[in-house]
């Protein structure tokens, strides 16, 4: 009776865990499932963090460009200032070169030469930037910085050419005429005298109108400039976003990860368990039956 007992108890034991092994075995295939899931969403996830940091890399790309763009423009409107300050105002004095304008004067040449490089390169800077993109948008935006600092001051000194146009008083009355030239020079000056006379008031009316549509595609420039940063900044944040649930995502893939692990630990006791058991069960039938011919002998 006790050996029977025992077997009843040992079967029960089994069936008990086989139900375990079966809810283990259950709960694995949810958990791949999730895990699959998972690795779904975080490539959805890297597919979306694509599309942004292409759109930044545009965005950069048009930003330098127009500042580019708003150099270009300065340059001209300074020259135009220097112009009609040669047109209106007498010659002064020699003074000192100012460093800002002989170095403006000194890099428009290196910027010509270098822009056509810059468009050969353009293939080999996107690989660039999508390889090293944090540490290439933190040097542009300090070259950013640099080149606003630089727009401010040609904006400056710009101003300060404008105002000493406007304010200074008119030339004084030119010096005596040179002793008169030789009789052929003196038939060519005559000869286009009148045409310089035409040409310059129709000059001194074409450059305020040309310095006055600078000045305007300057400032939408500036205004274009000022969106694209604010696209940039959406940008960003919008990265940052999708990078924190990427993190997220890899988080609970590890955690899955773990309790796979655990799963798979209980899961290998159980089958040691029912081995034993079974063992168990073996050797008490065997004894059992051992038993039994013995009393029937």
């Known amino acids: 009776m006790l050996l029977l007992l025992l077997l009843l108890l040992l079967l029960l034991l089994l069936l008990l865990l086989l139900l375990l092994l079966l809810l283990l075995l259950l709960l694995l295939l949810l958990l791949l499932l999730l895990l699959l899931l998972l690795l779904l969403l975080q490539l959805l996830l890297l597919l979306l963090l694509l599309l942004p940091l292409l759109l930044l890399l545009l965005l950069l790309l048009l930003l330098l460009l127009l ?151 300057l400032l939408l420039l500036l205004l274009l400039l000022l969106l694209l940063l604010l696209l940039l900044l959406l940008l960003l944040l919008l990265l940052l976003l999708l990078l924190l649930l990427l993190l997220l995502l890899l988080l609970l893939q590890l955690l899955l990860i773990l309790l796979l692990l655990l799963l798979l630990l209980l899961l290998l006791l159980l089958l040691l368990l029912l081995l034993l058991l079974l063992l168990l069960l073996l050797l008490l039938l065997l004894h059992h039956h051992h038993h039994h011919h013995h009393h029937s002998q």
């Open 67 to 217: 500042l580019l763009l708003l150099l270009l423009l300065l340059l001209l409107l300074l020259l135009l200032v220097l112009l009609l300050q040669v047109l209106l105002l007498p010659p002064p004095p020699p003074p000192p070169p100012p460093c800002l304008l002989l170095l403006l004067l000194l890099l428009l040449p290196l910027l010509l030469l270098l822009l056509p490089l810059l468009l050969l390169l353009l293939p080999l800077l996107l690989l660039l930037l999508l390889l090293l993109l944090l540490l290439l948008l933190l040097l542009l935006l300090l070259l950013l910085l640099l080149l606003l600092l630089l727009l401010l001051l040609l904006l400056l000194l710009l101003l300060v050419l404008l105002l000493q146009v406007l304010l200074l008083p008119p030339p004084p009355p030119p010096p005596p005429p040179p002793p008169p030239p030789p009789p052929r020079l003196l038939l060519l000056l005559l000869l286009l005298l009148p045409l310089l006379l035409l040409l310059l008031p129709l000059l001194l009316l074409l450059l305020p109108l040309l310095l006055l549509l600078l000045l305007l595609l």
